[in-house]
């Protein structure tokens, strides 16, 4: 800033020939060009003078005259629907012209006369008052002048009002008068020049020379040719006419491309760099740009432009649209320091993006005006874009989309996952169409044919065969309240709930000899599951057959060998004749369907809990409130925006396909009406204890149960990620009060809440965070949510799905109201039909796939942090990971049945699937 004001002072006493200095588009803030703008053709013959009539009265300072050239643009580009400000050169009274669309674009200042010659507009209404004679002398003495040496008009141009050209009083009666004495008036007379320095406010004329640049350099599609005049690319020129060769500072830059499928591009793409102490001129990167491919330049400036905060790519239509990735864009600075710019995003039509450097900062942490203008029109932009909306009542708030193709660009699924998972559908569709399953509408005959549909799908692992053997054995059916799909239903039971009426005598033959149902629950051995969301929920039917669901209660025992096994089930919620208590020493068949009809329910309370609800949806809403309210530079999302991943993408995909009226959950039966109760009456059930493992497995009385593989692996992964964020967290935020003041942060916590938790404060959910320890547990919680909790809830559907005995998406007789009616053919009949089946299968393979281009858990391939401490704690955080997967490996190996589902190499980063 010292340089620039003492080269301004330097160039006071300017000398007779001089040029006048003439303030840039991007110093008054110019929107870009709409379209493709037409070359003009010098040497002109032509000057129109036109006053702007609003504002009104003159600017006199460069905020006003700035600001006063916006409101033109837009009012031009709004309401006229022109491609830009219509007139080439606005003066004010504050001793500048201001550069609009220049020496080398057609304007639309004067109707059927825009190629002739150039638009001259003066800021004001000067119908009865005259502009300052300084403003007039500006025009008169230096721009036109200047315009005839450098070779943009004729020395014989004539100057013309606009109303002598069109049916207007432009440009004002007192103004029109006064330019009738100027020489060129009639186009003859010698052009008289002035040295008068204008006083008060001024910008300095490097400032200028940073910004300015000739305009056919900014022109990509004529960057290769010469210049069509005397200035060359080189070239510019101070206040005082000297020209001066941009060679003080040469900064190295290269711009890297993603490596995805079409993220090259013929377009062409140009930069500049924005520093504290200036910018520098547009340079033109390449018109060609390949995957994974880097292109290196040299940008040349007048001077050191102080730290690089920001840069701007410019992406220009050649021929055809074609989108383009960048992955990052690196600077190095004369001085050698390297700037990284992470990108990673698309930038599509006719656009320019403005990327910050890389390193995280919060709103406190900023301190030039330009990068807070830059934060608050960014998070302006993205809540525009990314708007709430009720997909139902009383359930959490989701993006405000119909379908996937309304969605932006860089959260969609990639071509290759896209791709990847239509094909896999449509091959799965047709395996089963062309195999006759999907047209059956009857019942199996065996459980013996049922396994030649399984048959045709297993072979991925050894777990699905396992389950086909043992899916009726007790201590399977406990197993999976540990560790299969739905491992969070379970607690531990010390009271018996009155609508269990359970008596000592009916499981004495359960529990053993020694013992008896008061001390068991006393010692903890008792554990009991609950489906009374599901109670009275409404079904439809399937090929015209009326379906039905129950809303069970389960009792489990754990034997002195460690195992569960269930002891009691009841099929409803209110006890009485019609509502027998089932028991293992009943008939084999009786307590064959009521196992049954729990791993029915649990189906249900998985699909649409545990999994919907509690991953998918609130991952949804920690993405939405993230990209409302985090911008690009702040830590946070620097840290949480891996983890959502094609988040939004899959949602949207399942409100279209899964659970929208006539979606798969509809059709296998329960209602859609019932599919919206469930989840309303789940929400209503979240808490903030539940969300977080440590505290829900205490609450859950479930700290000491052996073989609870979900818990451990669970445990050791919650841990390397709290870990992980406690390092983030400590290093940008000093203290409590670095949080408690992050607004940022606070809106972003409001607004997971107000939308996510319908602003309910007895779900415990907070609503701000004051200290670091809060912060940390609540960045944990939203991670583990969206990757591991996910993954145990995902990742083992058609392993413990594909046998559809052991989990029935559907129940086509009522719940037995009372024992000895039970054999095979009934439970044949209840069961799914064969389409409903096929159609089953199909879903679960598709939902438990593995697709091309998956992120597993510490992958991190876009590197938004560039500080090195983050990067450390990254690698210190996929070590742990490492550390986990092999005592996993090493613990499976010994297993007869293992648990996989938490192994880091099978958790994914994010709800992606």
């Known amino acids: 800033m010292f340089a620039w004001l003492l080269l301004a002072v330097s160039v006071c006493a300017r000398p007779s020939t001089e040029c006048p200095a003439i303030v840039p588009r991007c110093l008054w803030d110019a929107r870009p060009y709409r379209g493709t703008p037409a070359l003009l053709k010098p040497p002109l013959g032509s000057v129109f003078l036109h006053h702007t009539l609003e504002p009104a009265q003159p600017c006199r300072t460069f905020g006003a005259c700035a600001r006063a050239m916006r409101d033109m643009q837009h009012f031009h580009q709004d309401t006229r629907?022109?491609?830009?400000?219509?007139?080439?050169?606005?003066?004010?009274?504050?001793?500048?012209?201001?550069?609009?669309?220049?020496?080398?674009?057609?304007?639309?200042?004067?109707?059927?006369?825009?190629?002739?010659?150039?638009?001259?507009?003066?800021?004001?209404?000067?119908?009865?008052?005259?502009?300052?004679?300084?403003?007039?002398?500006?025009?008169?003495?230096?721009?036109?002048?200047?315009?005839?040496?450098?070779?943009?008009?004729?020395?014989?141009?004539?100057?013309?009002?606009?109303?002598?050209?069109?049916?207007?009083?432009?440009?004002?009666?007192?103004?029109f008068q006064e330019i009738q004495s100027w020489p060129s008036f009639k186009g003859t007379g010698a052009l008289r020049l002035r040295s008068k320095f204008f006083e008060g406010e001024r910008i300095s004329a490097t400032h200028l020379s940073l910004c300015s640049t000739p305009k056919w350099l900014q022109n990509p599609w004529h960057r290769h040719q010469n210049p069509p005049y005397g200035d060359g690319p080189e070239q510019d020129y101070l206040e005082n006419g000297t020209s001066l060769q941009l060679v003080m500072a040469v900064y190295k830059v290269t711009v890297a491309t993603g490596d995805m499928l079409e993220a090259g591009t013929n377009n062409s793409i140009s930069i500049t760099l924005v520093g504290s102490y200036g910018e520098s001129r547009q340079t033109t990167v390449s018109f060609l740009f390949l995957p994974g491919k880097e292109r290196s330049l040299s940008v040349h400036c007048g001077q050191d432009l102080g730290p690089i905060v920001l840069i701007r790519l410019h992406k220009w239509r050649l021929f055809l649209e074609d989108a383009w990735f960048c992955k990052d864009v690196r600077v190095t600075a004369?001085?050698?320091?390297?700037?990284?710019?992470?990108?990673?995003?698309w930038l599509e039509g006719v656009t320019t993006v403005e990327v910050r450097e890389g390193s995280g900062k919060k709103l406190v942490d900023d301190k030039l005006q330009i990068l807070k203008e830059h934060r608050r029109r960014e998070l302006a932009t993205r809540q525009e874009a990314y708007r709430w909306k009720n997909y139902a009542q009383g359930w959490p708030r989701c993006l405000n989309v119909d379908s996937i193709f309304e969605l932006d660009s860089n959260i969609q699924f990639s071509r290759i996952r896209a791709n990847n998972f239509t094909g896999f559908l449509i091959f799965q569709g047709a395996s089963h169409f062309l195999s006759g399953f999907l047209l059956r509408r009857t019942s199996w005959n065996s459980l013996d044919e049922m396994r030649t549909i399984f048959s045709r799908t297993q072979g991925r692992d050894i777990v699905p065969e396992y389950v086909a053997k043992h899916w009726q054995d007790d201590d399977f059916f406990g197993f999976q309240f540990l560790n299969g799909n739905n491992p969070i239903v379970?607690?531990?039971?010390?009271?018996?709930?009155?609508?269990?009426?359970?008596?000592?005598?009916?499981?004495?033959?359960?529990?053993?000899?020694?013992?008896?149902?008061?001390?068991?629950?006393?010692e903890g051995r008792i554990f009991i599951v609950d489906y009374k969301v599901l109670e009275d929920i409404p079904t439809d039917t399937i090929y015209g057959r009326q379906q039905y669901i129950a809303a069970p209660l389960c009792l489990l025992h754990q034997g002195t060998d460690g195992l569960l096994r269930p002891i009691a089930i009841q099929l409803s919620q209110t006890p009485g004749p019609c509502s027998p208590i089932f028991l293992p020493s009943d008939d084999e068949w009786d307590w064959l369907l009521a196992k049954t009809w729990v791993r029915n329910a649990d189906f249900y309370s998985h699909q649409l809990l545990t999994h919907l609800l509690r991953t998918h949806l609130f991952g949804e809403v920690f993405a939405v409130a993230t990209l409302r309210h985090l911008?690009?530079?702040?830590?946070?999302?620097?840290?949480?925006?891996?983890?959502?991943?094609?988040?939004?993408?899959?949602?949207?995909?399942a409100r279209s396909v899964l659970i929208n009226p006539g979606g798969l959950?509809?059709?296998?039966?329960?209602?859609?009406?019932?599919?919206?109760?469930?989840?309303?009456?789940?929400?209503?059930?979240v808490t903030y204890t539940s969300l977080c493992l440590p505290d829900d497995i205490r609450h859950r009385g479930m700290s000491h149960v052996p073989n609870y593989h979900y818990r451990d692996d669970g445990m050791s992964l919650w841990e390397a990620i709290e870990s992980f964020v406690t390092g983030?967290?400590?290093?940008?935020?000093?203290?409590?009060?670095?949080?408690?003041?992050?607004?940022?942060?606070?809106?972003?916590?409001?607004?997971?809440?107000?939308?996510?938790?319908?602003?309910?404060?007895?779900?415990?959910?907070?609503?701000?965070?004051?200290?670091?320890?809060?912060l940390i547990k609540f960045l944990t919680m939203v991670m583990f949510t969206c990757s591991v909790q996910h993954a145990a809830v995902n990742n083992g559907q058609y392993d413990l799905g594909a046998f559809v005995p052991n989990a029935p998406s559907s129940m086509r007789h009522p719940p037995p109201c009372e024992k000895g009616r039970a054999f095979l053919q009934h439970f044949l009949d209840t069961i799914p039909e064969v389409a409903t089946t096929a159609n089953i299968l199909v879903a679960l393979i598709l939902l438990s796939s593995q697709l091309k281009d998956r992120r597993l858990l510490g992958q991190y391939p876009e590197e938004w942090f560039t500080e090195a401490e983050p990067r450390r704690l990254i690698r210190a955080f996929q070590g742990q990971l490492e550390e986990i997967r092999d005592r996993i490996e090493e613990r499976n190996h010994l297993a007869e049945l293992r648990y996989n589902y938490l192994n880091p190499l099978e958790t994914e980063n994010s709800i992606s699937i």
Request: aromatic content about 10%; charged content about 15%.
């Open 728 to 774: 983030i967290v400590t290093f940008y935020y000093g203290g409590d009060a670095a949080v408690s003041g992050d607004t940022e942060l606070q809106a972003w916590v409001m607004d997971i809440f107000t939308n996510g938790f319908l602003g309910r404060t007895s779900s415990g959910v907070p609503s701000s965070l004051q200290t670091v320890a809060e």
């Open 665 to 685: 959950i509809d059709k296998v039966r329960v209602t859609y009406e019932g599919l919206l109760l469930v989840v309303q009456r789940g929400l209503e059930q």
């Open 81 to 175: 629907g022109w491609d830009d400000i219509g007139y080439s050169f606005v003066v004010g009274s504050d001793g500048y012209l201001y550069e609009g669309r220049g020496w080398h674009w057609v304007g639309a200042h004067t109707k059927g006369y825009n190629t002739q010659g150039f638009g001259i507009g003066i800021i004001g209404d000067f119908t009865a008052t005259l502009p300052d004679p300084d403003t007039l002398a500006l025009v008169r003495d230096e721009l036109l002048p200047c315009a005839v040496r450098s070779g943009h008009i004729r020395p014989d141009f004539t100057l013309r009002g606009h109303r002598q050209l069109g049916h207007t009083d432009c440009p004002g009666n007192a103004l």
């Open 490 to 522: 379970i607690h531990r039971c010390t009271t018996l709930p009155l609508k269990f009426p359970v008596t000592p005598e009916m499981v004495a033959g359960s529990l053993g000899g020694g013992t008896d149902l008061g001390k068991e629950l006393q």
């Open 334 to 345: 004369p001085n050698g320091t390297l700037y990284r710019f992470p990108c990673y995003q």
């Open 631 to 653: 911008p690009t530079c702040h830590p946070l999302f620097k840290l949480l925006m891996p983890h959502f991943h094609f988040t939004l993408h899959i949602n949207t995909l």
